[in-house]
């Protein structure tokens, strides 16, 4: 397993806010010398049947995974939990609740976008919704491009959707406490996704760090997506500095979306322990 290098453990289905199914993400993966694979819903289980199935029938090893939405001093950090039993009733429980929110927060969104001229995007985003129980930016940014209001998807999030946008509505998520727990009492490791993306002060992100250390967490995405060259030396310093583990992975979303591929990341620093070396046990 420590070997291994082409290991993509982060990205989302339709059961989510992704455009493939597990099973077309399973043969992608395949298709791309994936080695190692997990998907990630956002706040969600519901995937992870169909994904160890597919992977298992394209001979494709597989952690179960999701993608926790917290908040943490008042902005939105993702947590990624992987090898988790998918029906812990905690971790079930605890996911349930995390969603719950989304379609009261989707109507409000869709309000605050009316008042700028914007009409019926509650039932736009809707119609690429493919779980009714998580309807999420990414549905509202699809309607928004195929309505022609936006040219791509990267101009929504520049002039809609964000902080001090239309159609921006705060949101309080779990707790990152709590995420950690409901990882780690389903069996699972935690790992702070894409870290180079949240626009944290350097004494914030430092509290962050050392909270989900104290929380139990294991593990920082080090190669992702998002990630570019310093990145990758920055959060490469994090894991010696807080002794975590390195994790790996596209963050893909879509065919037309995305710019990283399943599979197509650089590999990561050899000398840091990589997460999947934590997951021997867990692997489909
Ligand atoms: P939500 O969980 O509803 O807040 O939606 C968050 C999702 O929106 C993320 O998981 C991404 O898929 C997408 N997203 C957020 N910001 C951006 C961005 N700047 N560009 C593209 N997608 C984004
Ligand atoms: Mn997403
Ligand atoms: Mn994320
Ligand atoms: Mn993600």
Redesign the pocket.
């Known amino acids: 397993m420590d070997i291994l290098t082409n290991a993509d453990l982060h990205c989302h289905s339709v059961v989510s806010?992704g455009t493939l199914t597990p099973e077309a993400l399973a043969q992608r993966a395949k298709a791309n010398g994936v080695e190692l694979w997990a998907l990630t819903d956002?706040d969600e289980l519901g995937g992870q049947a169909r994904a160890i199935a597919a992977a298992r029938a394209v001979g494709l090893p597989y952690l179960t995974g999701a993608e926790i939405?917290v908040t943490f001093l008042d902005i939105?950090v993702h947590i990624v939990g992987l090898g988790m039993d998918p029906d812990h009733p905690e971790l079930v429980e605890g996911l349930r609740a995390t969603r719950g929110g989304r379609e009261q927060r989707a109507r409000e969104m869709a309000d605050d976008l009316a008042r700028v001229g914007i009409k019926g995007a509650f039932e736009g985003a809707l119609r690429y919704v493919g779980n009714p129980d998580l309807i999420?930016?990414?549905h509202f940014?699809r309607h928004l491009v195929d309505t022609g209001v936006c040219k791509d998807?990267?101009e929504v999030?520049r002039k809609y959707l964000?902080e001090g946008k239309p159609g921006f509505v705060p949101h309080r998520w779990a707790r990152l406490g709590d995420a950690v727990r409901w990882i780690v009492g389903a069996g699972g490791v935690a790992i702070i996704a894409h870290p180079g993306r949240y626009a944290f002060t350097p004494t914030q992100e430092y509290a962050l760090f050392t909270e989900f250390k104290g929380h139990g967490g294991q593990g920082v995405e080090v190669v992702t997506g998002a990630h570019n060259a310093s990145d990758v030396v920055k959060y490469t310093g994090f894991c010696t500095e807080f002794d975590l583990a390195a994790s790996r992975g596209s963050d893909f979303?879509s065919p037309d979306e995305s710019h990283t591929d399943l599979g197509q990341l650089p590999d990561l620093p050899g000398h840091l322990t990589p997460v999947w070396s934590l997951l021997s046990s867990r692997v489909h």
Do not use: L
Request: proline share 8%; net charge neutral; hydrophobic share 25%.
């Open positions: 806010d956002h939405s939105t999420s930016r990414s940014a998807i990267p999030f964000t979303h």
